[in-house]
């Protein structure tokens, strides 16, 4: 057996190929740029209605409902009634954490970033 199967069949039975298949589907949503402006926000934020995250992302309602739809599905995401008002906010601290070292993990280097409305600065040296 080669090396590459040898190595394959070990993954495999660490990771079964159904948790391969959600990582994949988790990843790819966070990945793209809209919502993991949205978890981010969460992370950093709390628990937020729509308008509040239109509000400060700049993005219009439809396209902010669309994503949290697909976030709620995939259970990154949750929802709170209070009254009238739906909240959201990430299900898991384990994704707030996340969250969190995605920020540190950017903030390393010598220049100062911006990450859309979020400021980045530089860590001190």
Not at 8 to 24: L, N, Q
Request: charge should be positive; aromatic fraction near 10%.
């Amino acid at each position: 057996m080669s090396a590459r199967k040898k190595s394959s069949a070990a993954v495999d039975e660490f990771f079964p190929d159904e948790y391969i298949k959600r990582a994949v589907k988790v990843l790819k949503l966070v990945s793209e740029e809209s919502k993991l402006r949205i978890m981010l926000l969460l992370a950093k934020e709390g628990s937020c209605r729509v308008t509040e995250i239109c509000e400060n992302l700049g993005m219009n309602q439809t396209t902010v409902s669309h994503h949290l739809s697909l976030l709620r599905n995939a259970d990154l995401v949750v929802t709170n009634r209070d009254g009238k008002n739906i909240y959201y906010d990430i299900n898991d601290p384990f994704w707030r954490e996340i969250g969190w070292q995605f920020f540190d993990y950017l903030k390393k280097g010598d220049d100062i970033r911006f990450l859309g409305k979020f400021l980045l600065k530089r860590l001190g040296k």
